[in-house]
């Protein structure tokens, strides 16, 4: 088992930054890919991005690409998630997600892949 906790979530106005991160604990975090996703007010939970057991690799949903950065430390068992340039279209409620797997750099992107999710943090953007 893998217990994920989120935070850093809250409201700011469009155009600020906000850092999540996401607290593992449970399993070696070092075996796990990891990935962001959100869920909006009455749409289906979408991936963000994600990142491979030892962040030489990461991918980006179009749309947060260039604004959105996912990194991890694997020492502290945390993985981040740097949003910049953000816009009320970001609001949601905010996942992260842990993937076990043997591949030091495949990413996942499907909801399904993922094996554990946290509680979420709410990230509210105001115009």
């Known amino acids: 088992q893998v217990q994920l906790v989120e935070s850093g979530g809250g409201l700011v106005r469009a155009g600020d930054s906000l850092r999540l991160s996401c607290a593992a604990s449970?399993?070696?975090?070092?075996?796990?890919?990891m990935g962001w996703f959100r869920q909006a007010p009455g749409k289906e939970r979408q991936f963000i991005t994600a990142i491979g057991r030892r962040a030489s690799s990461t991918y980006y949903a179009d749309s947060v690409k260039g604004r959105f950065t996912i990194s991890r430390d694997n020492d502290k068992n945390t993985v981040y998630l740097q949003m910049n340039s953000l816009k009320p279209e970001d609001t949601a409620v905010y996942y992260c997600?842990?993937?076990?797997?043997?591949?030091?750099?495949?990413?996942?992107?499907?909801?399904?892949?993922?094996?554990?999710w946290g509680q979420g943090t709410q990230v509210t953007v105001s115009s």
């Open positions: 449970g399993r070696t975090f070092s075996n796990y890919a």
């Open positions: 997600a842990a993937k076990m797997t043997l591949s030091t750099i495949e990413v996942f992107t499907a909801r399904a892949n993922y094996d554990y």
